[in-house]
DNA sequence: GTGTAACCGAGACGGTACGTCCAGTCTTAAG
DNA sequence: CTTAAGACTGGACGTACCGTCTCGGTTACAC
């Protein structure tokens, strides 16, 4: 029979919301790379080894934030008109909305760049943008409604339109929405 | 037309030698990350000043390394045959390779990673693996040849394969060449 | 009255007693000039940034050994005994003592250059020697004694002793004890 | 027979002087601690290796601006008025006008910095002030005239004069003249 | 109630790397 | 053969952060 139960206070929600809210806020303001432990804690009014207690690295702090949308929206969802094409196209538009943002690109490139040092954060950036999940979905639901091909790749389709438009910032292409539009429609015309 | 020559030592072909040549084997070795500028000067026996001398910035060097071929090959060649899918297969499969060597995603993560922290780099990377030079031509003889629709979005298709490899390896996923082929396959039937 | 102390860890004695040990050690092998914070750190086995924390430069650090006898002593009394000349005289030798060991000369002279450069050096290489303390001491008690006129300026013979001796030092003549003792004889025959 | 002739330009006296002239401008301006090689050859308009062919180090460029009164003047003459006190009174006044001037204080303890580095500026710096040659005439003088001992330690003399001010000015004192004037009085009062 | 164990802020610690300055040597083209 | 210019290796500078540790103080459960 084991104790669960251990003494002493347990994490406070407010070092952890400030922790979280500083990250994000420093995230968005100077990118990934200039992205410090000891700023965040500075940043937070809290002691490193609050950080450290809670989170292994910079990326999980990332990934985290990540998760609860502190970082960009959540509720990327694809909507079902019967309209394949289309449906994809809206999604789409909403994603492209937060590079349209002032420093949209530079955003996405931390983003990137905080995926290739932590799993966590890779894992979760196409979640986070509904590629799985919502897009996933609608892309199944065309399957079934004879939209699109019985055996279409759907993941490597929304890992496609994903990277594409990573490629494109990773390249300081000047943003154009369109190019990414008609992707898409070229994926799904027929 | 003036002399536009200065009198003085010239700059030491040796050290940029030794220090590109220490770039890309510590870059290989040990990720971009962990690549420093002490390190390099180190590994090339050469002063750090001559490295800042001549490159403003890690990324810098790093897009140096990747123009000249040393981080990756730089011949990604797409053959025509007349088969377009064919074709773009081959091509494909030759870059998917690199993943397929031991430290092949890692690799291809740090040419990300220095790709957001560098402009040169984002630019070089698509160029070196031939996706706009060679797989922009081959794509736009298939439109010629009728295999391809007449606006198919030539660009966009490049930076889709290739972003569908980034974010699969971004994600840490198993290694798996045929998913990327199969999106290659869906891109070009009809 | 207030607690002026605030919770944290505190500084380290060990870091410190190493650091000046190490100091002490280093300018004595190695002289003013050559003495640099990195080896000082390195000897000491501490980190650079545990050395500016405390002391804002090399001449901080060397005045505090010097204050507190690390690097020469600091225990340079002038005796009592009646007879004025001969009592600057036992003091004078006890000075003249560390000029005489394998590398006073140099020693002398690195103290002088740290006193170039740090202004509580300078300030406190005539307190270590005793200079205005004991010596001024003693020959207010000779004026006293009716030895010495009644507006002998007190101070100004300590530094012309003192300051003989680092002349010398400076022109790296031959060590000869007994010219600054002549002095000294001259100074006090009446 | 030798020919004393070889082909090519001799040492340029141009260049020479332009050394001299931004080692003595630098050395007032910022100091002997803040002069570096590059920085007079920058200032000189002339190439470091034309510094290092002609002069070994730092030092023994101050030690040929000193000897050549370019960092202060080189004619401090006593006069010989038959007043023994006075008259050293009076070089010592020539003297101490030096420290007078704004940045007098700092100009001594470069110049003493030089010292303790070169032996040769050691050597000159007594020379320069006249220590030496015509304060040592003037008390030999003194002693023929029956207003000195016999016996008077006369080089240690202008060593304690001299040393005085100097240490002095290593302790950062508010300048005094007064006080080192007092100190000569006291020498030569019988 | 009182321990006491885990929390918290603060920040000192040994380190690594940064990007800069300068030392002293070497190399080039011009005179 | 000297010169102006400046690239070279190398060492030290003073700063920024890393991740660990050590404090004094504060909960809040277990006894």
Not at 18 to 43: C, M, P, S, V, W
Not at 91 to 103: F, G, K, M, Y
Request: charged share 25%.
């Amino acid at each position: 029979m084991v104790n669960e139960h251990r003494s002493g206070p347990v994490r406070s929600t407010a070092a952890r919301e400030a922790i979280l809210d500083a990250t994000a806020r420093l995230f968005h303001n100077q990118g990934y790379d200039r992205l410090t432990i000891e700023g965040i804690a500075k940043e937070a009014g809290v002691g490193k080894q609050t950080i450290y207690r809670w989170w292994p690295s910079r990326g999980a702090l990332i990934g985290e934030c990540l998760a609860e949308g502190r970082l960009i929206p959540v509720d990327f969802v694809v909507p079902y008109t019967g309209d394949l094409s289309g449906d994809v196209e809206a999604w789409l538009r909403s994603v492209l909305a937060i590079l349209d943002e002032p420093q949209g690109g530079a955003l996405l490139r931390s983003l990137v760049a905080a995926a290739t040092e932590d799993a966590g954060v890779g894992q979760h950036l196409g979640e986070s943008l509904g590629v799985e999940e919502h897009l996933g979905s609608r892309l199944r639901a065309g399957i079934r409604d004879g939209q699109l091909a019985e055996d279409a790749p759907v993941a490597q389709i929304g890992r496609a339109i994903l990277g594409a438009i990573i490629v494109e910032s990773l390249g300081r292409e000047k943003r154009d929405s369109e190019g990414v539009v008609r992707l898409a429609r070229f994926l799904f015309a027929r």
